[in-house]
Every structure is written in structure tokens, then in C-alpha cells.
């Protein structure tokens, strides 16, 4: 994966270019003209307190914080595509990552499509940044015979890391989260600062709650749908610690980071239901039931606890108690059935509902236990009762 830093992306969009690419796309021309001159000829200047610097006139890029630029830089990018049928682009605004995949150590494809990407750059006016620009590779190829040479841009080598922060997610060479997680924690507990300190000035309970589900989950739930489902047990414990602490804090209960993630899962993909143009759209298959979809083949254990399997299936929910399955689907959508099954009440540790499923069989066989104990009884009784000087009651007239 090579993820590309662009210098002032959107400070060097060549604004007759775009509008030529608007064109290209059946933009009409009253349209394409409103954007050229909004574009164009835009006076800017700087000002510190009373001192102001002198007025210049700007006729290129597109202006810094207006909600019109990141859409029109997409546009302007949108014929950014892969050559090659092995390789991808993704992109996000002013993100772009390159992924390639290799088969038989052969990286022609893949130094290809890097080598055309810098040439389409130069062709738009748009400077890679080859100092910020990082590449990760993932291998888990049990023996690596030959090492990857470094990727060059521009006569400069790109830089290799093991871990990328990309769209605020830390992706490692190992496809492992403990890093993204533990930044989340880290993060996490310097807000659980100004969460304490607001409890000291007596605020109330609902007010502590809000600002925990807009500073503090907000922060532990970032892109959950992605790495939680292959987070290792330390890693859920850590990130369910902070939620622990918090509810001492407020003394409000407060959803467990599981219970989010599924809620997350089944939203996104009621989402994926509803919008038929959607790529992943596809996986979604009714089985001749008409009750379930079909479930995606898995070979390891990474794809099947990733987002798109776990929402095929509908999320398993064993772990979860009655009142967390039924807040989970009655928030998740009407594209989701629930099938409720009651169980009688037990003695055992832990909250009502967290049971296994062989509980079920556990209860049963107490039962058939019960029943012999009980009917070995009855029959000890009748014996005595039959045997001549047993307990049987002598009556004289």
C-alpha cells in the first residue's frame, strides 16, 4: 500500500482543467461558467489584529474552508484511475492510497501503476510529496525468499513503515489493532480529565452522560466497524476499562463498546441494504428462505470476524443479555428479525442472559436428575412401608 501526501492539493487545481473535466462529465455550461468565475480572479489578503497585508488576485486552486472545494477536487481527480486489474485506488478529498496486489513476487504491475500515478500528477498540476508519502506492505507469506525494494518517485526513495495512520485508523503491517487501540485509550483518558472535573462542579447526570458520548465514545468508537471485530481479548478488556471508569464517574450505566460495534454493523449494513449502487451491495444474497442471506465463504479467521461477514450474519449474539439483543435490533432497522427464546430463571453468576447455548442442555439434565432422585425415594419408602416392623402405624382396638 502506498499512501501519496500531495503538497496544496487544493491550492494548485488548475481551474480551466477542472472545467474541461466538467464538461467531460455533462456538466452544463451555465453551471461550468458560475464555477470558472467564482474560481477566478478571487482577491485575498492577510490580516494580524490592525495590520493587513497587501490585496493580490488568485486564479488558481480552490478557496481553503468553503464545502464546495473538497467536492470539486474529487471531481477534478475522478479520472485518477488504475491501469492495472491488480491494482486499485482509493481515495478520500485530497487522500490517495495506491494497493497492489503481488503474486509470484512479480511488482511490475505494481511499480507500474505507481510510475503512471506520478505522471497524471505531473499532467494536473498536482506536486507528490515524496518526503511524506509512506508505503506498508503486508506479507504473510510463510517464507520470504527475496525483500522488497523501495519504491522510487521522482528519483526519491519512498520511506517504508511498519504502522499508517490513514483517515484516523493505525493500520499495521500485521493487520493487528493494538496499536489504533491503544492511541484510542490514550486519547480517551485525557478527556476523562475534563469528564472528572465537571462531576467536581456538580453537574448533572445527563449532562456528564452527553458529554461522554460526544468526547469519549465518540473517540473509542472511531471507524469500530473496521478493527473491532479482530481486536485481540487485552485490547477489548482496555478499551471496556475506560467505559467501567466512566460509569463510576457519572453513575449513569452506559452501553458496553461491543454492544456499539454490533449496533454500528447492522446500521451500516441496513445502509448497504437500501442503496442498490452500492459496491459491497452485491454480498447481500436472500437464500430460497427468504429469512436469511447468504453467508460469504471464509478461509481465516481475520475475514470472517471483518465488517462484511459479520453483518451478512447478522452478528451473532450469544454473548449478549435480553436487554442488550432487544436495544441492539430495535436500533439496528426493520431489515433485521429478532426471535426471542424465554429460559427459566438459574442461580449462576453474572447478569440474567449471558448464558452459553449449552445451558439449555445443562438445565435439562439437572432435571432428569431431579426426577430419579425422586423416584428412587418413593420406591425406599414403599419397601419399608411393606415390610413387616417397618414404620408402618399399629393400631389397637
Avoid at 39 to 49: A, D, Y
Avoid at 147 to 162: C, F, K, L, Q, T
Avoid at 299 to 325: D, Q, V, W
Wanted: charged letters at 20%.
Amino acid at each position: 500500500m502506498l499512501f501519496v501526501d500531495f503538497s496544496s492539493a487544493f491550492n494548485t487545481v488548475i481551474p480551466s482543467k477542472l472545467i474541461t473535466k466538467l464538461g467531460d462529465l455533462g456538466i452544463s455550461p451555465s453551471l461550468c461558467t458560475w464555477i470558472m468565475d467564482f474560481l477566478t480572479n478571487r482577491p485575498q489578503n492577510v490580516r494580524s489584529g490592525h495590520n493587513c497585508s497587501t490585496t493580490i488576485t488568485v486564479n488558481t486552486g480552490t478557496p481553503q474552508g468553503c464545502v464546495l472545494s473538497p467536492f470539486l477536487y474529487s471531481l477534478f481527480t475522478h479520472d485518477c484511475k488504475p491501469v492495472y486489474g491488480s491494482n486499485s485506488i482509493i481515495k478520500f478529498a485530497d487522500d490517495t492510497t495506491v494497493i497492489g496486489l503481488i503474486s509470484d513476487n512479480d511488482e511490475s504491475d505494481y511499480r507500474a501503476e505507481v510510475e503512471h500515478l506520478a505522471a497524471w500528477c505531473a499532467d494536473n498540476n498536482l506536486l507528490l510529496n515524496t518526503s511524506k508519502t509512506k508505503e506498508l506492505i503486508v506479507d504473510f507469506r510463510k517464507e520470504k525468499s527475496m525483500p522488497h525494494d523501495p519504491i522510487h518517485i521522482n528519483g526519491m526513495a519512498v520511506e517504508r513503515v511498519s504502522s499508517f495512520k490513514f483517515l484516523g485508523t493505525h493500520i499495521s503491517e500485521n493487520l493487528s489493532w493494538s496499536t489504533n487501540t491503544s492511541s484510542l485509550i490514550k486519547k480517551a483518558h485525557q478527556r476523562l480529565f475534563f469528564l472528572r472535573t465537571l462531576k467536581k462542579n456538580r453537574l448533572s447526570a445527563d449532562i456528564l452522560s452527553n458529554f461522554y458520548r460526544c468526547a469519549i465514545e465518540s473517540i473509542l468508537t472511531n471507524c469500530i466497524t473496521v478493527w473491532y471485530g479482530n481486536c485481540s481479548v487485552a485490547d477489548r478488556k482496555a478499551l471496556q476499562r475506560v467505559v467501567k471508569t466512566t460509569q463510576r464517574i457519572t453513575k449513569t450505566p452506559l452501553p458496553a463498546i461491543e454492544v456499539v460495534q454490533k449496533k454500528r454493523c447492522l446500521r451500516r449494513a441496513r445502509n448497504i441494504l437500501k442503496d442498490s449502487s452500492h459496491p459491497a451491495h452485491s454480498l447481500f444474497q436472500l437464500l430460497p428462505s427468504r429469512r436469511r442471506y447468504r453467508s460469504l465463504k471464509t478461509k481465516t479467521s481475520r475475514f470472517r470476524n471483518s465488517f462484511f461477514p459479520t453483518a451478512i450474519n447478522g452478528c451473532k449474539l450469544e454473548n449478549l443479555c435480553h436487554s442488550a439483543a432487544v436495544e441492539l435490533f430495535r436500533s439496528a432497522g426493520e431489515e433485521v428479525t429478532l426471535h426471542i427464546q424465554q429460559r427459566p430463571p438459574h442461580s449462576a453468576n453474572g447478569p440474567l442472559g449471558s448464558r452459553p447455548d449449552g445451558d439449555s442442555s445443562s438445565s435439562m439434565s439437572s432435571l432428569a436428575l431431579l426426577g430419579v432422585f425422586l423416584a428412587a425415594v418413593a420406591i425406599t419408602a414403599f419397601v419399608l412401608y411393606r415390610r413387616p416392623g417397618g414404620f408402618r402405624r399399629h393400631t389397637s382396638f
